[in-house]
């Protein structure tokens, strides 16, 4: 083996996928030279060309989309990504706080059913869903991914035409579409006036397209575009039918001013129908002259998954759609004033009067209170809610469905809702959406107000670590006289420091110094636990030097310094803080059995009983797969007081030692738990000791 063709090889990589923008591409590009890298040669001289492509690897994996692409391909990815966490060596190269491969192996098992024949309902009534040819830099084929769209409508009597506002904004997306806007949305209301009464009106118009990470190429977002307009519409003026794709149906195709429909053409209908066939979709609508090359193609697909169920429909024109009730619901409200209005009598006639005014009263109180009131999670979407349970706005979420439902609290350091200026309306905080590392506080309308990255450089004698820390948690709001400041926690984009800040809550500027720590920060709050009349910050998390999980406590004013670890990760020139407290806690026998290099505390110390308690994950070497754990109760002076194991954790742990795997004592026992106390360690002022060694 020529190691140093290897190295340049390693090192054109590198360059090519840093001009590359597909995330998919990138991702491939780097699992088929991994896989032949850890195939051909002894894996102590393999690491050295892999560590620097693990971290280019995470990033693209966050991106990474299953549907539109061959399964074959995918479990490859899945594959090899397992396997380079199998190499202890290399686990501190994968960000244990968040996890892609999750999400990317649940898609997987939802496409396989798909392309087995066992359909997978994939729908939501709101979301207009069509594919898109994704560009590349690297590769002189196409392919596609699947994007949706919604569409909000808000009344401007101001304006003297619509407005259409294009979210994520990106330049080339809004010119390339905006002549296919303003064609779907003249067509939608056309039939909206034409086949109901309604008045005259001037709408800014919201078009929230689902990704903000791919160029796209084309206009055949027509047919979803101009669906959702005419479904938006309607539900605006509260008319009683309601229109709506019927479930996993997909469409493409450009809409001209006189509703028909532009051919595709066959190299891009190829690949469409090869997106879509990779998908759980079962029903792909596209222009008329496309559908005898689109079904000639799709057969020969087939021959590889014959039970895969898709059918490709064909049509001329919108009113081909809308007329097909196996493609469109058109929903009756079940509304009693309707009904009302066909048997009104003079006598009641001023009765129904009011309640139907009281009636639309409330529905445009519904639609025009725009103050959020609520955050939730949904999916890959972060959803704005008002107190009426309507959603103002959203934006694309990073984390996992493991993620979300693994750690309690999760979302209480990534996203908080705060009315910064004091005007009766509420601001949002973000951090952690997709593929942004930014903080960013949003006005009640969505519009970004300020952002905040964090840039900085620190080292190690041994490395040093420069450029973007990415913002993974907000702790809480705090005053400073009359100015409101926000504690926020970051760390380095691909590797182990964290920091924690100040902000000024007004402007996003920065107002202190760093408090640096050798190690993620899985959760944090501010609160005066110790009852002397300050308010402290309360973190834990993965200290990577000492490979155990922490909890320390530090006053909120002295945001300065860093924390104790081994000699490799101490911070160069930077002193020690001056913390309360500074606790790891050690790893079970479990964790050493499965090579777990890490535990850590995730998500937030919650109080429960006037006492804090945080969960220390273990087991897997990503810690949202961890099926072992235990919680930690702790007193007023942060001394633990008590220590838990979950019944489930009880018995994956008593299996192991029923067999003969592990040593006994069994795991609900004094025993055991006292194995726990008697390795956490504290530090003392000089040096870490064994907690009950000192109490």
């Known amino acids: ?233 309607l539900s605006f003026y509260n008319l009683r039918d309601e229109i709506y794709f019927k479930s996993n149906i997909i469409s493409s195709g450009a809409v001209n001013a006189d509703s028909t429909i532009n051919k595709l053409g066959k190299e891009i209908i190829k690949t469409k129908v090869n997106t879509i066939f990779f998908s759980p979709f079962t029903q792909f609508i596209i222009p008329k002259e496309d559908e005898n090359y689109a079904i000639e193609y799709l057969e020969n697909l087939k021959k590889q998954y014959p039970h895969r169920n898709l059918e490709i429909i064909g049509i001329k024109n919108l009113d081909d759609i809308i007329s097909r009730r196996n493609l469109i619901d058109i929903e009756r409200k079940k509304i009693l004033l309707w009904s009302a209005k066909k048997i009104i009598k003079n006598k009641v006639f001023i009765l129904i009067a009011i309640i139907l005014i009281v009636h639309s009263f409330t529905y445009y109180i519904l639609k025009l209170d725009n103050n959020p009131n609520s955050i939730e999670y949904v999916s890959n979407k972060i959803e704005i809610i008002n107190k009426f349970n309507e959603i103002l706005w959203m934006k694309n979420n990073s984390l996992s469905k493991k993620h979300l439902n693994t750690v309690q609290n999760v979302t209480y350091n990534i996203s908080r809702l705060i009315d910064v200026d004091d005007d009766g309306f509420n601001e949002v905080l973000l951090a952690k959406t997709a593929d942004n590392p930014a903080l960013i506080l949003y006005d009640r309308n969505g519009k970004e107000i300020w952002n905040y990255i964090h840039t900085d450089s620190i080292e190690t004698v041994t490395e040093k670590f420069t450029g973007i820390f990415g913002v993974h948690g907000i702790i809480d709001t705090i005053h400073n006289g009359a100015r409101k400041e926000l504690l926020i926690y970051f760390q380095h984009y691909l590797y182990y420091p964290t920091g924690i800040i100040k902000l000024d809550l007004l402007t996003g500027k920065k107002v202190s110094n760093v408090l640096w720590h050798p190690g993620s920060i899985g959760g944090a709050i501010l609160f005066d636990w110790n009852e002397d009349g300050k308010k402290e910050i309360i973190a834990g998390g993965a200290s990577n030097g000492m490979n155990r999980a922490f ?145």
């Open 1 to 233: 083996m020529d190691y140093f063709q290897l190295e340049i090889k390693q090192q054109e990589l590198v360059k090519l996928v840093s001009k590359e923008k597909s995330s998919r591409v990138v991702v491939v590009k780097i699992i088929d030279f991994v896989n032949y890298i850890i195939e051909s040669i002894d894996f102590k001289f393999a690491e050295a060309f892999i560590c620097d492509l693990i971290p280019i690897l995470n990033k693209h994996l966050n991106n990474y989309k299953v549907y539109g692409t061959d399964p074959n391909i995918t479990k490859i990815v899945v594959k090899v990504v397992e396997k380079l966490k199998g190499f202890n060596d290399l686990n501190e190269y994968f960000d244990v706080t968040n996890d892609p491969l999750q999400s990317i192996k649940e898609e997987l098992s939802i496409l396989e059913k798909s392309l087995n024949g066992d359909e997978q309902t994939f729908y939501n009534k709101n979301s207009f869903y069509f594919p898109v040819i994704e560009k590349s830099n690297t590769i002189d084929f196409k392919i596609g991914l699947i994007d949706s769209l919604k569409v909000t409508l808000i009344l401007k009597k101001k304006i003297v035409n619509d407005e259409f506002i294009i979210n994520p904004a990106i330049i080339e997306l809004e010119n390339r579409a905006s002549d296919q806007i303003k064609n779907s949305w003249s067509v939608a209301k056309k039939y909206v006036k034409d086949n109901y009464s309604v008045s005259e009106s001037n709408f800014q118009v919201l078009i929230q397209f689902e990704y903000t990470f791919a160029q796209y190429e084309g206009n055949s977002f027509g047919i979803p575009l101009t669906i959702g307009f005419i479904s938006s519409l």
């Open 551 to 695: 909890l320390f406590s530090i006053d909120h004013d002295k945001l300065k310094g860093t924390f104790p670890t081994s000699e490799n990760y101490l911070f160069k020139n930077i002193e020690l803080a001056d913390f309360n407290n500074y606790i790891l806690f050690p790893k079970t026998d479990y964790a050493e059995h499965f090579f777990a290099k890490y535990n850590a505390v995730l998500g937030k110390p919650i109080i429960v009983n006037n006492m804090l308690s945080i969960g220390v994950f273990e087991g897997k070497a990503n810690l949202f797969e961890a099926d072992f754990g235990y919680s930690v109760r702790l007193n007023k002076n942060l001394f633990p007081s008590l220590i838990l194991v979950g019944d489930a954790k009880v018995n994956f742990r008593d299996n192991l030692v029923k067999k003969g795997i592990l040593n006994p004592p069994l795991t609900d026992t004094p025993e055991f738990i006292n194995t726990i106390k008697e390795n956490i360690l504290i530090w003392n002022g000089s040096k870490f000791v064994e907690l009950f060694m000192e109490n």
